[in-house]
């Protein structure tokens, strides 16, 4: 019997439903399943949609919408489509699966080298992977070596400060003059020490995400005059003259004392590397790219160009970098600088002008 156009909404609705209860059958199922091979889930897929289709069908020949061999010929038809699909479908399986494999056992090899010729999602993953892996062994290597001059750096106050008590213990001094002269000494090396570790605990909680802002509107004049204020002392005692230029306003949103000390940073690591009698120029602009812009400009003689892009590495051991010293810190300073700028959303960067180099932040700047 031919159906009817008026069967056509009956057929429909049969289909559907048988087709909905197969497809959430289907979803269970793959639920059930999620930890299994991706191979069964892909079965499950195949399967679900050839009974789907295999009970729509059933259900129009049991109306006797088609009967004799037309029935038996659009069975085996489907029969034979549901199979072709299971076999496409073992074949997609084993070749994801495989690739998978590969990707498991490249990552399980040291070092990891991302496996070439994997399906699209798969060598996103490898290539993502490759380069976290050569950022945590960048990183591991950056710790090891800041471990081992952190070290180095403790280790040279301490023996100082452990020979001079013991000096005053024993009674090795005892002219008032040099006990004094100790005393200031050993308060000097604890000072040194406080830095330190106050530099390392700062450098870990940027690392960590940790560093918490306090944004407000301020202008960079003010910081620009906080800083100089700031640092006029170690510049007047190694001779060296500061100076400072800023506009009108150049207002920006950002915690004050955070990026107080990040310029800071940079301007006593200018005062440090600048002879005597020369100067250091703190600016505060607005950019051609209409960027807040804070600038340190020192006469340090420059920086080789092939270390310009390693000077704000915590493990970069240059000169302009990290330079532990008597009245410093660890020599985290850039590092420091250079994660309260990013922090900011802002950038830092440094480049040879003249006589020096000019450290260079840059921030949002804010409408009036």
């Not at 048988?18 to 079965?43: F, N």
């Not at 005597?276 to 600016?283: K, N, Y």
């Amino acid at each position: 019997m031919m159906p009817r156009p008026g069967d056509l909404p009956m057929i429909v609705a049969v289909t559907a439903g048988l087709g909905l209860l197969i497809a959430l059958a289907g979803i269970w199922l793959m639920w059930r399943l999620r930890a299994r091979s991706i191979g069964v889930m892909l079965a499950v897929v195949v399967v679900v949609a050839v009974t789907a289709t295999l009970a729509g069908v059933v259900a129009i020949i049991t109306k006797m919408f088609i009967e004799g061999p037309a029935k038996d010929f659009v069975l085996s038809v489907v029969a034979v489509g549901g199979l072709v699909g299971l076999g496409v479908a073992f074949v997609l399986a084993r070749r994801v699966v495989g690739e998978s494999r590969r990707l498991v056992q490249a990552v399980r090899a040291a070092p990891f080298v991302a496996p070439r010729g994997l399906p699209a999602e798969l060598q996103t993953i490898a290539n993502t992977l490759e380069e976290a892996y050569a950022r945590e062994r960048a990183l591991e290597g950056a710790r090891r070596e800041l471990v081992a001059w952190v070290s180095h750096d403790l280790r040279t106050p301490l023996a100082g400060m452990r020979a001079m008590a013991e000096a005053l213990e024993d009674g090795v001094v005892s002219d008032p003059a040099t006990v004094a002269r100790y005393h200031r000494q050993i308060k000097l090396e604890v000072e040194r020490l406080s830095a330190m570790v106050d530099d390392l605990f700062e450098l870990s909680r940027i690392h960590a995400g940790a560093l918490r802002l306090s944004r407000a509107r301020i202008g960079l004049a003010d910081l620009l005059a906080d800083t100089m204020a700031g640092a006029e002392p170690l510049a007047r005692a190694k001779g060296v003259v500061l100076t400072a230029e800023a506009s009108a306003a150049v207002p920006v949103e950002a915690d004050a004392g955070a990026l107080g000390r990040a310029l800071g940073n940079l301007v006593v690591n200018a005062i440090r590397h600048t002879p005597s009698d020369r100067t250091v120029v703190l600016r505060a602009e607005v950019d051609a790219a209409g960027m807040a812009c804070l600038s340190v400009t020192d006469c340090c003689g420059g920086i080789p160009e092939e270390d310009l892009p390693r000077v704000f590495e915590v493990a970069f051991r240059g000169e302009a970098a990290r330079t532990p010293t008597a009245d410093g810190g660890a020599g985290l300073g850039l590092a420091i600088a250079q994660g309260i700028v990013e922090a900011h959303d802002g950038v830092i960067d440094v480049v040879n002008d003249g006589p020096g180099c000019r450290f260079e932040i840059r921030l949002p700047l804010v409408g009036g």
